[in-house]
């Protein structure tokens, strides 16, 4: 009975026979071989990731004749067919985009209405910005923890001291004349700086045993995340100085980012707080064993791991801030897709909607998608194998 | 694991002197989670170079009873004393017993996101103020004191379990505790690694330290310690020598344990 079982499963592998020699090596001596030449190369990384199956060979090829369609025509009209050269709208006589539009209104884009001759004192900041941040991103670098204080400190008051002026000489700019490009990075760069430290206050507060403290952190993150950032903006600029009393009167800019600061730091706590959720009771524990107060096993041993955690959260919070800066044009401040609007008014040019759209579009998915790949990178690089 | 503790002759741990010094004082401490009665009327007291296991039935206690002496958990009743100072809900006082109280924990606890040197220095240079220089130096030397100081720079994610908890030990003697403490040290290692584990603890042993292990190794409570007390249902049950713990139990609850745990 057993022995009949036994052999109903015996598998001989007829197939094989002749070519098949059960033992070509004695143990020990077999050699590496190559592998079956369809597993690797071009070919094996077509196999597997569009011809895997029937269902891929038929989305690859949908895929395909989709790009057919799409491409060339998108190509030609952004690029082949375009017009690069004038200064005129009548210098647009083809079919394709009008780039001619963009280089005119380049500087308001870029810009706002800041004075010519005072443009130097932005590029001057951006210059240095650009150093800094391109000197804290590139690893294993000397002294960056004083360079990352330089930045975050110093330059700032420098890059405050150019813009608005007023002082050392340099011709005072107001803020209404801010725009563009300019003002959608102050926007930007104030939210994301000052979000993530008081996020990670508020998502503190919020884990607290200090039932005040969690109370006001909890009622803090529930209002801001609660309202649209519209009307916290609207707020902001049209109620806010209601309430003021007569002749006080603060810059609406700064309203502006006062409201943008607080409402991106509720979204960045709750972000944060999944990060703290996730480590384990025992890090917290071994911590405290050690004898580190509650400040340096947070800062030390808690934040890290969290933070870590949560880079594409955080990273995802920061360019949604980034693009939500485009709503201050509400309130009448001119970012660049408030300048890119604007431009579409003048009579001079009608109809370039698409190009001034366009534009805005690429310049804002430059930034954020660098900021995506150095999230990417910065998650590589702090994984520790865990 | 008998056959884990090393028998040879130049460890005669069982005649060393524990010195008249008290180092932990309980009395009459209860603790209660929520409703549940954890730790009923516990009494204790330890001496300088005393090594103690614990020993008994899960949610006995036994880890509780430990961790209310560096104050991971809050004593409801009664009055916990180490090394002259009382637990209260004074945060200096806790910080400082919690400086000279070493634990060490059955997951490990490294921090994933430092090296090991990293692991081992952090407590010195923050909390002792050790520079870091002298501080990397006690971290290595005691890095070879558990065997594994080709380890330093490697995260703890890369180690083996053994090895981590060896880290572990290491981390917590590079603050130089007066007191350690083990919340069952070895329950989370494969069989072949508690060894390496038991041996570090049993050096440490041999120089006097004084220890409170909760633990099932009941091999390393026969050679190494000098005290065994059996806790079940919030209470310490029985304590006496190992010799006479394990031979002539005398409390029924202590008898059943027994032939359980030793019965495979």
Redesign the interface.
């Known amino acids: 009975m057993t022995d009949k079982t036994v052999d109903a499963h015996r598998i001989d592998p007829p197939s094989l026979a002749g070519t098949y020699n059960p033992r070509p090596y004695e143990p020990g001596t077999h050699p590496d071989l190559p592998p079956p030449g369809n597993t690797i190369g071009l070919q094996g990384w077509l196999r597997q990731n569009l011809f895997s199956s029937p269902l891929n060979t038929l989305a690859t090829l949908v895929g395909l004749y989709l790009i057919w369609l799409t491409l060339p025509p998108l190509l030609s009209w952004a690029i082949f067919d375009a017009d690069w050269r004038g200064s005129t709208a009548e210098d647009c006589s083809s079919d394709g985009a009008c780039w001619v539009f963009i280089q005119t209104w380049f500087k308001q884009l870029m810009y706002g209405r800041y004075p010519d001759e005072e443009l130097w004192r932005i590029n001057l900041s951006y210059l240095i910005g650009a150093i800094g941040i391109g000197y804290l991103v590139i690893p294993d670098l000397p002294r960056k923890p004083w360079v990352g204080a330089f930045m975050l400190i110093v330059f700032p008051a420098i890059a405050l001291e150019l813009f608005t002026g007023g002082e050392f000489g340099l011709p005072a700019v107001e803020t209404a004349r801010w725009g563009g490009l300019f003002l959608t990075l102050v926007v930007a760069s104030v939210g994301i700086v000052f979000s993530l430290p008081l996020g990670v206050l508020l998502a503190l507060g919020r884990r607290s045993d200090m039932p005040i403290i969690r109370a006001i952190s909890v009622a803090f993150i529930e209002f801001w995340r609660g309202v649209p950032l519209i009307t916290v903006l609207f707020m902001a600029s049209v109620m806010f100085p209601l309430f003021m009393p007569e002749g006080v009167n603060f810059d609406k800019l700064l309203r502006a980012l006062f409201g943008v600061m607080l409402f991106a730091s509720a979204y960045m706590a709750e972000v944060v707080r999944g990060g703290l959720q996730a480590i384990?009771k025992?890090?917290y524990?071994?911590?405290?064993?050690?004898?580190?107060?509650y400040w340096?096993m947070m800062g030390?041993?808690i934040l890290?791991?969290a933070l870590?955690m949560v880079i594409p959260g955080i990273v995802n919070t920061f360019i949604g801030l980034f693009k939500d800066t485009t709503l201050v044009s509400i309130i009448g401040l001119f970012d660049l897709l408030g300048m890119a609007q604007a431009a579409l008014t003048n009579p001079d040019w009608p109809g370039y909607a698409a190009e001034s759209y366009v534009f805005a579009g690429l310049v804002f998915w430059v930034f954020c998608f660098a900021m995506s790949r150095y999230s990417q990178y910065l998650e590589r690089k702090?994984h520790?194998?865990? | 694991m008998s056959d884990a503790v090393d028998t040879s002759p130049k460890t005669p741990i069982k005649e060393m002197k524990i010195s008249q010094e008290i180092m932990i004082q309980m009395q009459g401490v209860h603790k209660w989670f929520g409703q549940f009665h954890v730790l009923k009327d516990i009494n204790l007291t330890v001496n300088r170079g005393e090594r103690i296991v614990i020993c008994g039935p899960s949610g006995s206690g036994k880890s509780t009873l430990i961790r209310c002496i560096?104050?991971?958990e809050e004593h409801q009743q009664g009055k916990i004393v180490v090394e002259g100072t009382e637990l209260t809900n004074d945060?200096k006082h806790i910080?400082?017993i919690?400086?000279e109280?070493?634990?060490v924990?059955q997951?490990f606890?490294?921090?994933?996101?430092l090296s090991v040197l990293d692991n081992l220095t952090?407590?010195p240079i923050?909390?002792r103020k050790t520079p870091r220089r002298e501080a990397e130096q006690q971290a290595m030397h005691f890095l070879e004191r558990v065997k594994i100081p080709e380890q330093a720079h490697k995260?703890?994610?890369?180690l083996s379990g053994g090895q981590q908890q060896r880290v572990?030990i290491a981390?917590?003697l590079c603050?130089n505790p007066k007191i350690m403490l083990f919340d069952e040290p070895t329950s989370a290692l494969d069989p072949e690694m508690i060894k390496e584990v038991l041996d570090t603890m049993i050096s440490l042993a041999e120089e006097g330290m004084t220890m409170i292990c909760v633990t099932h190794e009941m091999g390393f409570a026969k050679t190494v310690a000098n005290r065994v007390i059996f806790m079940d249902g919030g209470e310490i049950i029985e304590e006496n020598e190992p010799e006479q713990f394990f031979n002539h139990p005398r409390h029924d609850r202590t008898k059943l344990f027994l032939s359980q745990i030793l019965a495979h």
């Open positions: 384990p025992g890090q524990e071994a911590a405290e064993s050690l004898g580190l107060s340096k030390l041993i890290p791991q870590k702090l520790t194998g865990h | 560096n104050r991971l945060l910080e400082m919690r400086r109280v070493g634990m924990f997951h606890n490294l921090f994933p996101h952090l407590a923050w909390v995260y703890p994610g890369q572990a981390r917590s603050m």
